[in-house]
């Protein structure tokens, strides 16, 4: 989990109606995300989040769709969640590019859209009176995005450009070999960027990209956010305006199931560049749920053990000095996501050591019940990181996108708070020893060519193959 900041189809409704669900949210204490809220359903599937707050004269607007990469089910297809991020710049049947940039100028938005996963993002700032300008033109591109064939070969030279610029990262081709490795079915297998044949093969898709926009650019699939200096009634007159009309999609991607891991899994990435040496360390973990006592104690149990406090941070940052990189990583997804460490080891020669040590850890925790203050401790440090960050119509927007492209709704967080208050330190030893297992896992590591680590051995000294 990336500490709730970084990470169901609609019944039938009346044909002129509209169901609306009452205010959520505050009430005090018990809650984590504490702002009222009111949730509006259109018709068409299409789904309003309000938010109003108490920073004056703005508003965020937010408009999450709940397709990602996970959605790119078609052989040959991957990628074509993140080209459109870029192509929903590229103009529409009633705004050319340039119209909409002087819109967002004159208003002074501070504008931006990412893909992952489970989700593309679209997302700007501004004064509450240009919202409804900036709803309209939105509105407009999400129902009517228009470009031709020259602009689409354009753009795909340009996600072309940005796979080559992340692939010259170490961290993300790490990420990229750890998905292909530990993912043979489920489309988590490729990341958001897509694989590198695909994007070579992008320019000659202009068709299929119709194919995909028809698919998932759909009022089921997206949920308006708007947060900021606003009421309700003025948000849903202005969505219901320009958004009712958009036509509700027949389209479910069927993805894959991934079968159960039986073996454990290593690969390992000759570097051509000088690098220090990387390290990751995965085993499988469960989809989201707010109601999951394994997703709330995996969350506890990352922080506890491989968070800046953990005991293995101390030893191997701070003490030690052997890495100067350690991070953990389990985001809240869809489906079952993976539960990584990631290790940078600044002596090749001792890869294999902290291979070892990040393996004790896991099994340290199998046996070893956290005690009681530290576990309280950790409840309070998630709930108080969570609650200062959320000093912005941005910040509360931006917290709630994930979390309304999995569940549609901001009290998933208020449920999976109340989750975390149920989880006791038997739990976390109980789920360390469920998900933290030897055929489960797989280790990545890359180094410079020619570079001798001994990391691509098995753990426990015994030689592997690279």
């Not at 409704?13 to 609306?20: K, R, V």
């Not at 993805?255 to 570097?271: F, G, L």
């Not at 997703?295 to 990352?302: H, I, K, N, R, S």
């Amino acid at each position: 989990m990336r500490y709730l900041l970084l990470a169901a189809l609609m019944l039938a409704l009346p044909l002129l109606g509209f169901a609306q669900q009452t205010r959520g949210g505050g009430g005090g204490g018990s809650k984590l995300f504490t702002y009222p809220y009111t949730i509006d359903d259109l018709p068409n599937g299409l789904r309003l989040v309000t938010v109003p707050t108490d920073y004056p004269n703005l508003v965020s607007l937010y408009i999450v769709v709940a397709a990602g990469s996970r959605n790119e089910v078609e052989a040959g297809k991957s990628g074509f969640a993140h080209f459109f991020e870029h192509m929903m710049f590229r103009g529409s049947e009633n705004y050319t590019p340039e119209q909409r940039e002087a819109i967002f100028t004159r208003a002074g938005a501070e504008t931006n859209a990412y893909t992952t996963d489970d989700r593309t993002v679209y997302h700007a700032t501004f004064s509450k009176e240009d919202l409804e300008e900036i709803m309209k033109a939105e509105a407009d591109r999400f129902q009517r995005l228009k470009y031709t064939p020259e602009q689409f070969k354009t753009e795909a030279k340009a996600v072309k450009g940005e796979y080559d610029k992340n692939s010259a990262n170490p961290f993300s081709k790490m990420f990229e070999v750890l998905r292909e490795t530990a993912f043979k079915r489920h489309t988590y297998s490729h990341t958001t960027m897509g694989y590198l044949k695909d994007i070579d093969d992008m320019p000659n898709q202009y068709e299929y990209s119709k194919q995909f926009f028809s698919r998932f650019y759909r009022p089921e699939y997206s949920t308006v956010v708007v947060v900021g200096d606003i009421t309700q009634a003025r948000a849903l007159e202005l969505t219901k305006k320009y958004w009712g009309t958009w036509q509700r999609g027949s389209y479910k991607a069927d993805i894959s199931d991934e079968p159960e891991q039986k073996e454990s899994r290593t690969a390992h990435i000759p570097w051509d560049a000088p690098a220090l040496p990387h390290l990751v360390v995965a085993f499988r973990a469960p989809r989201y749920s707010d109601s999951s006592k394994d997703v709330a104690a995996l969350d506890l149990f990352q922080s506890v053990a491989f968070g800046e406090n953990s005991d293995l941070y101390q030893q191997l940052v701070l003490k030690e000095q052997k890495v100067d990189v350690l991070t953990a990583d389990f985001a809240h997804k869809a489906d079952p996501e993976l539960f990584a460490v990631y290790a940078r080891v600044k002596d090749p020669a001792q890869v294999n050591y902290v291979r070892d040590q990040i393996l004790k850890t896991f099994e340290r925790f199998k046996t070893e019940q956290i005690d009681q203050p530290k576990l309280d401790a950790t409840r309070s440090h998630l709930r108080y990181g969570f609650a200062m960050a959320m000093n912005s119509n941005d910040r509360i927007a931006g917290a709630l996108a994930p979390y309304i492209a999995l569940t549609r709704t901001p009290e998933t967080l208020n449920r999976l708070f109340d989750t975390y208050r149920s989880v006791n330190a038997g739990d976390i030893r109980d789920v360390v020893k469920k998900y933290f297992r030897e055929e489960s896992r797989t280790i990545v590591t890359l180094a410079t060519k020619g570079q001798n680590i001994a990391a691509l051995g098995r753990p426990g000294g015994e030689e592997g193959q690279e």
